[in-house]
């Protein structure tokens, strides 16, 4: 099954083209790699498949549906995105692993947040510091497990163990492969060549704002 669908999909902004006639089909279940140089159009092709931007021309097709005709708010809960640069918010960490309770209006579960926190390796007394004295590779490992309180259906990801050791990519390569095997989508922008196709079953190539190659990994 078809989950997200580009349908000759341009993007630009002041009139500078960013991405051009892009048509892609991602299954459910698929594992796809995104690479290709700096400036290519990566990130931005990502916040069109949340519809954090809308494309200047073609659709985006969300399980059969344009993304215009989904409430922001629902299509949030389904594909939960992680930038490049980790964007925490408030005062503490709390604030930021709270908040997706609160749009949902239930009480945090602290048994999930705990299982999240041990998964990550990372004491539950950073839930009360402050975002402004966290390192970025915390920042980073904070954000994810804000996404992944309420497992989304798909998942993207923008280079988000850039900032992080070996040891802590390994830990966060293996959720992101454990989250693939139960049935959740992911879309991983990465830079490092061995990491885009050791668990990804397609490799997506953007070049110049276009699609270079789709390749199926064996
Ligand atoms: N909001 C924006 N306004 C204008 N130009 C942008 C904007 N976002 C990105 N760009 C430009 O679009 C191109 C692609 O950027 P980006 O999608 O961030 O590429 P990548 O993630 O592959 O490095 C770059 O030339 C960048 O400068
Ligand atoms: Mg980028």
């Not at 630009?12 to 790699?33: C, K, P, T």
């Not at 408030?90 to 579960?109: M, Q």
């Not at 996404?147 to 070996?166: H, N, Q």
Request: aromatic share 8%.
């Amino acid at each position: 099954m078809t989950i997200l669908e580009f349908r000759k999909v341009s993007f630009s902004n002041e009139g500078q083209r960013i991405l051009h006639n892009i048509s892609v089909q991602m299954e459910a279940g698929d594992f796809i790699s995104v690479v290709g140089p700096s400036g290519s159009g990566k990130s931005t092709f990502l916040k069109l498949c949340c519809h954090l931007l809308s494309p200047s021309d073609g659709d985006i097709l969300f399980r059969g549906k344009s993304v215009n005709e989904y409430n922001p708010t629902d299509l949030r809960k389904s594909i939960a995105y992680c930038f490049q640069t980790p964007y925490l918010f408030g005062s503490t960490v709390r604030d930021n692993i709270n908040f997706p309770f609160s749009i949902r209006s239930i009480k945090p579960d602290q048994n999930r947040i705990n299982e999240l926190f041990s998964i990550f390796q990372m004491a539950t007394g950073y839930l009360e510091k402050n975002v402004k004295n966290l390192s970025g590779g915390e920042k980073q490992r904070i954000a994810l497990i804000r996404s992944l309180l309420f497992k989304p259906e798909l998942l993207l990801l923008d280079e988000i163990t850039s900032a992080l050791d070996t040891e802590n990519t390994q830990i966060v390569e293996n959720v992101i492969k454990a989250l693939n095997k139960e049935g959740i989508t992911i879309l991983w922008i990465t830079h490092n060549p061995e990491q885009s196709r050791k668990y990804a079953n397609k490799l997506l190539t953007i070049e110049a704002g276009e699609i270079k190659s789709l390749e199926v990994l064996p």
